[in-house]
């Protein structure tokens, strides 16, 4: 299995350009089950979970090809995806496919909505909390889908077509929200979703299907209306930035010190979180090209931040803020309301010398002026890239274990980090 080996202590410099969104590019791959024509998608990252979606939606039927690079493509462009759900064959999702990735599971919608029926396993435990599918269930029920769960597996019916209804989430869910919207631009007539997520990926992946055809309005807002269509047509659409790739890296210079443009990020996209690094006395610079990071000489400025729906603070970068906050001059405070298990990292910054302290769901960290390299490995995505941040500053050596969380989520992480003068290589085998 490979490992990265990374020796901290140098600042980075220079340019990281940010790759298309994971949690964008996998609901719009799900999203060509939709129609029979055929969706190109642009800016795809080059990433395991794309990978596997890949084949889990060619078990579906749904041919993908890879468009080549076109001259003036640099090595970090993304990828052109050719998408074509034409003919679905088969509309269950087996276990050993849908287990490995949670957001598998979302193809339940798009099946159920064009071809009457869907069986698809329910999705693997995770190492950040229980992770229910309730609310994805409750939605299409609402949308007038029959469910039962059998064997492991739910099996949803509608024989005559999905029809629209008023969805109200108890609590905010990307998954439950994305259920929603796919089930409901087939549906016949008008659905409403109330307290929908309002995550840019959401919005992302409606301005999409509005390109394929759908009506939908308020996307990216907590109301989203919906009249349904008869059917969809095939689109182009860009993949947009990945936010929580922007926001990794930016935490990763504010750890070193030193001076980065991240190339094609999008401040609007994590505003939260670069106010928090603002406040921990990071330089935070928008640009037509991106977004600039510096620190200088300032020490790190402890905070005190709870993550939660867009716009608020990201779950998806909580690891990273107390990775960097374990260098801290004082002690900050970070509390995870969205997954109730998602401080598996800390065992493994303590293997630093950090010092942080659990209570129920804030942790405290009490910032300390060196942190030593160790052998870590992580439980999930980014919780093990929030090693990596750690060990850029550590004293020595430093081996991440389990690299293939990593690329789950970041495309060419080691090359992108090294081109900024990071001392990090993988260790194949
Ligand atoms: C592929 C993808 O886009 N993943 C993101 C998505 O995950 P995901 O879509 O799984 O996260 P949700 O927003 O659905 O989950 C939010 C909370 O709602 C709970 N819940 C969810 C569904 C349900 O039926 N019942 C229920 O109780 C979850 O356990 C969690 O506590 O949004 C999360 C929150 O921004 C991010 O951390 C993930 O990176
Ligand atoms: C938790 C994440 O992904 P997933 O929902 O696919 O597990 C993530 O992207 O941080």
Known sequence: MDRIRIVGGQPLKGRIPISGAKNATLPLMIASLLTDEPLVLENVPRLADVALLQRILGNHGVDIMVGGKRPGDGEYDGQTLHISAKRIVDTTAPYDLVSRMRASFWVIAPLVA????AKVSLPGGCAIGTRPVDLLLMALRHLGAEIEIDGGYVLARAPHGLRGGEIVFPKVTVSGTHTALMGAVLAKGATVIENAACEPEIADVADCLVKMGARIKGAGTPRIEIEGVARLD?????????????????????MTGGDVMLDGARPELLQAALDVLVEAGVEIAATNEGIR?????AGIAPVTVTTAPFPGFPTDLQAQLMALMTRAK????????????RFMHVQELARFGADIRLDGETATIAGVPRLKGAPVMA??????????????VAEGETLVNRVYHLDRGFERLESKLSACGAEIERISG
């Open 114 to 117: 064009r071809m009457g029926e």
């Open 234 to 254: 095939g689109t182009r659409h860009r993949v947009l930035a990945d936010r929580i790739e922007t926001g990794t890296y930016a935490m990763a210079v504010a």
């Open 293 to 297: 990071v510096q620190r200088n000489g």
């Open 330 to 341: 004082g002690t900050s405070r970070i509390t995870e309301t969205i997954f109730e298990n």
């Open 379 to 392: 439980t999930d995505l980014r919780a093990s890239v929030s090693l990596v941040i750690a060990a850029l």
